[in-house]
């Protein structure tokens, strides 16, 4: 009986210790408001790009790619190095003030959407699209579709390490012949 519990008490130590490297090794994103981000990139010595995962609660892509790529560890320590993260609802309700305009919610259909995030996806409203903004809050690249953690790395490095502006994308994926 005594070997019986010794056993399950080191069975128990090796899964907390397991636990416990999990929980440190993995990165949390921390998610800001737009609003944040623009103060942020008005106020910090040291701007940052923005990023912006513009997603819908019913969007099963979105909450896969929240799960499987935004909490990779490697997406998620280069993100937060790189970049001010925004999560923004296509069919948020609160209005948005943008360089002098406000941007509101429009109902349309079953939905609607929100003319912020529909301007961003230059008008194609497709859900999940990330968009890449610089440090001046232009736009870099809206991006549409779901995106596994190794291609969206490639991609969020493209513009985080700024080799846009060196190479186009296809050079820079090495698909130019």
């Not at 800001?32 to 790009?49: F, R, Y």
């Not at 999940?128 to 579709?145: A, H, K, W, Y």
Request: hydrophobic content about 35%.
């Amino acid at each position: 009986m005594n070997l019986h519990k010794f056993f399950n008490a080191k069975f128990m130590l090796v899964i907390a210790i397991a636990l416990f490297s999990f929980s440190v090794t993995a990165q949390e994103v921390e998610w800001i408001s737009w609003e944040t981000a623009v103060k942020k990139s008005q106020t910090d010595k040291k701007p940052k790009k923005i990023f912006i995962d513009v997603y819908t609660d019913w969007c099963g892509w979105c909450k896969k790619m929240d799960k499987d790529t935004f909490q990779n560890p490697k997406v998620a320590s280069y993100m937060a190095k790189n970049f001010y993260m925004v999560k923004m609802d296509g069919e948020g309700k609160e209005p948005i003030e943008f360089k002098g305009k406000t941007y509101k919610f429009v109902p349309q259909g079953r939905n609607g959407y929100h003319e912020f995030a529909a301007a961003l996806m230059q008008g194609k409203l497709s859900y999940p699209t990330t968009i890449f903004l610089d440090e001046q809050l232009n736009m870099l690249s809206p991006v549409p579709g779901y995106q596994k953690p190794e291609p969206f790395l490639n991609i969020a490095q493209y513009f985080g390490d700024n080799i846009y502006k060196e190479k186009d994308w296809k050079t820079y994926t090495g698909q130019s012949k």
